[in-house]
């Protein structure tokens, strides 16, 4: 990867504050707050040193000629106890009112900080959900969450942290410069000749940290994956014993990640380390000429003292602003990571005038459809088929030949890429969307649940359903008897995706679920893959309640369910082709 891309470009930047910048708006007047509380934390800072060359121009050493503002504290107090006490209680007020600012300020930003962080991270699961399907097709679950916790939450160190901290940094540092030039512009030219050094450290580090940070947050994204994987496949894990092998694979990306890590520690290190001996460097060079003034009586050791501090004020934030340019690099690399994703724009998108679909009547037809999926042959080539009102159709075929591929199209997972398919028919991409989908209820080979309880996971086919009403889709599945059998009954807490579920009570709730959906349309896809015969046998009878007065697409390898069906059809050379049932029962 080249250099220019690593560095932390003004342009890289704006564009994403362009494209996060709308986040912050909410929480204006808390902002306005905090930087109010960051002017009088700016002010407390450049007043502390202030105090001590009173005690030293006005007490511990007097000078013949003080400057005007000590001149006239002395005039007010006098030179003794009353400007000892003056002095010592400005240097406490100042403290408490910068602390209390600090307080403020430090409540405030990481408030919205917070909240700023959650709005992105809503505002990208959002877009992730609307994007087609063809894009979670090749997108890994890991890598989806790694961005969505880690990329987002650096977002609050670009954001909020960071222009908060240059912000007051260079409030400050105004301040302190403006003062120590009125102060003697000699030393001050000397004390600011460092700065154009650090600059070009800053950005020399800034680029190769922002490297090693991308590389970083590209491992843990492998990590995520590798975790996912892992996780979610552990019955097969364990059955092959690879547990070995997982931890092998899991070892190897977690090295991998803590190598990046290491490498961005170590160059954030040793920018600090040179950082600091620039500034020491800066600070000797000062008390050289400094001191060198005070012997020739250009200014008095009070002015040196405080001309030192403000030094101190100077360099610290100066120093502090080098370190979070290694952080700002690293949140700009998480930035452009979801950017990627913020960038994309779903294949599958609504028309401009799309009509909400209202409740179908369930006629579904493809006319001269012809799919493919992106660098693949043609698994539908100029197809037609048309499904009435009620009817069950049983589709055929070898794996791969394109059944699914005909249940996302009618779903609008994907669109053709020449012909239509339409419901009483209008092409679905006239429909909205949602209205589309509201018409459709779906069974599919692997009956996915949700960590939650079973109540829930029914009443996810309509979320307004009532209690009676999610019951009685759940008598219809055959599911309610071994419901009310569980300890808690229909708030027994399935665990992930149902698999303290035995594989019929997983389907039965999916097929609740669907009748709870009461759509016009429903699909069946593999509805009995994976379940012992007896199992299959029992879920018939659901089954055929859940097609009845439905408009069904049945797609299937098992003649059982051919049962089910009014006509049946294979998929050859990418075209729908009628099967007798005699003879595929024959095939059973």
Request: charge should be positive; include cysteine.
């Amino acid at each position: 990867m080249s250099r220019r891309s690593d560095t932390v470009q003004p342009r890289a930047l704006w564009r994403l504050f362009r494209r996060m910048g709308p986040h912050l708006g909410p929480y204006r007047r808390k902002l306005i707050l905090g930087g109010l509380a960051m002017i009088g934390v700016a002010a407390s800072e450049v007043l502390a040193p202030w105090p001590l060359k009173i005690l030293f121009d006005g007490i511990l050493i007097p000078q013949d000629q003080p400057d005007s503002v000590t001149a006239w504290l002395i005039g007010a107090f006098g030179s003794g106890d009353g400007l000892l006490a003056a002095s010592v209680l400005a240097i406490l007020v100042i403290a408490l009112a910068g602390g209390a600012a600090a307080y403020v300020q430090a409540y405030l930003i990481a408030a919205v900080g917070q909240k700023v962080v959650a709005a992105i991270r809503l505002d990208l699961y959002r877009h992730i959900q609307n994007l087609s399907h063809s894009y979670h097709d090749s997108a890994s679950t890991g890598d989806i969450i790694a961005r969505l916790t880690g990329d987002v939450r650096l977002m609050r160190d670009l954001m909020i942290d960071a222009v908060v901290f240059f912000a007051a940094r260079i409030l400050v540092i105004l301040a302190t410069v403006g003062i120590m030039a009125w102060m003697n512009w000699r030393l001050t030219l000397i004390a600011l000749t460092i700065l154009p050094a650090l600059w070009v450290l800053s950005r020399h580090f800034g680029a190769q940290i922002k490297g090693a940070a991308r590389r970083q947050r590209k491992n843990e994204g492998k990590i995520a994956i590798v975790m996912t994987e892992s996780m979610s496949a552990i019955n097969v894990v364990k059955g092959f014993a690879r547990e070995a092998y997982e931890e092998e694979r899991f070892a190897r990306q977690n090295s991998s990640s803590a190598e990046a890590g290491v490498q961005t520690t170590r160059l954030a290190a040793h920018m600090d380390r040179v950082n600091q001996v620039l500034l020491a460097l800066g600070t000797s060079v000062v008390l050289w000429y400094g001191v060198t003034l005070v012997r020739a009586g250009a200014i008095s050791p009070g002015d040196l003292l405080v001309f030192t501090a403000y030094l101190t004020t100077l360099y610290k934030p100066v120093r502090k602003m080098a370190s979070m340019a290694a952080r700002v690099a690293k949140a700009t690399a998480s930035g452009e990571r979801l950017l990627e994703i913020f960038d994309l724009q779903p294949d599958v998108a609504e028309r401009p005038d799309a009509a909400e679909a209202g409740r179908l009547t369930g006629e579904v037809a493809l006319r001269g459809v012809s799919f493919a999926y992106p660098d693949t042959p043609l698994v539908l080539s100029e197809a037609d088929l048309t499904i009435r009102p009620g009817e069950v159709v049983a589709l055929l075929g070898p794996s791969g030949t394109g059944k699914s591929s005909v249940a996302k199209l009618i779903m609008r997972f994907y669109d053709p890429v020449a012909g239509q398919v339409t419901i009483d028919g209008t092409d679905i991409r006239d429909f909205t969307l949602d209205s589309l989908r509201r018409n459709i209820a779906v069974v599919l080979q692997e009956a996915v649940l949700f960590a939650a309880t079973i109540r829930e996971n029914i009443a996810y086919g309509r979320l307004d359903a009532s209690e009676n009403e999610i019951l009685a889709a759940a008598r219809a599945a055959g599911a309610d008897g071994f419901i009310r059998a569980l300890p808690d009954g229909y708030d027994t807490i399935v665990g992930e995706r149902g698999e303290t579920l035995s594989g019929g009570q997983r389907q039965r709730i999916a097929i609740a679920r669907a009748i709870l959906r009461d759509a016009p349309i429903l699909i069946l896809d593999e509805p009995l893959t994976g379940l012992d015969a007896a199992t299959a046998t029992a879920l018939m009878a659901e089954l055929r309640g859940a097609t009845r007065g439905r408009t069904t697409l049945l797609i299937t390898h098992d003649p059982q369910c051919l049962i089910l069906a009014d006509r049946v059809l294979n998929l050859e050379n990418g075209g729908f082709v009628a099967a007798s049932r005699p003879h595929v029962a024959r095939q059973a």
